[in-house]
């Protein structure tokens, strides 16, 4: 069974940092693009980061950009992103999702292999 889980997530105050880490079990993920999603209550899906088997290619929706980084070490078969200066609205469940095909992660269309989520709010 491919799975992915997400831990990381939690309640900061504005203008702190959380890690996210996402660890893969059945599989190896070096070989699979990793994209980050979010879902805040009420609101669509956002995709928020995708990041290449080798690091070499990483994007970011504009509403994380320059605050948040994506990460990966294949031989801890984990991925992160490093949340800094959070901000309210970035209050939302983050799931991390692989698949083989980096043009559907670059595109943020549905990927193959999907966490479960973990809950990151954002709140005074």
């Known amino acids: 069974q491919l799975l992915l889980v997400e831990s990381g997530g939690g309640l900061v105050q504005p203008g702190g940092s959380l890690r996210l880490s996402c660890g893969a079990s059945?599989?190896?993920?070096?070989?699979?693009?990793i994209a980050w999603f979010r879902q805040a209550p009420g609101k669509e899906r956002e995709g928020v980061s995708c990041?290449?088997?080798?690091?070499?290619?990483?994007i970011y929706a504009d509403s994380v950009k320059g605050r948040f980084t994506i990460s990966r070490d294949n031989a801890k078969n984990t991925v992160y992103l490093q949340m800094n200066s959070l901000k309210p609205e970035d209050t939302a469940t983050y799931y991390c999702?692989?698949?083989?095909?980096?043009?559907?992660?670059?595109?943020?269309?549905?990927?193959?292999?999907w966490g479960k989520g973990t809950l990151v709010t954002v709140s005074s």
């Open positions: 999702t692989a698949d083989r095909s980096l043009v559907k992660c670059s595109r943020y269309n549905d990927m193959d292999i």
């Open positions: 990041i290449s088997p080798t690091s070499g290619y990483k």
């Open positions: 059945g599989f190896a993920l070096d070989s699979y693009a």
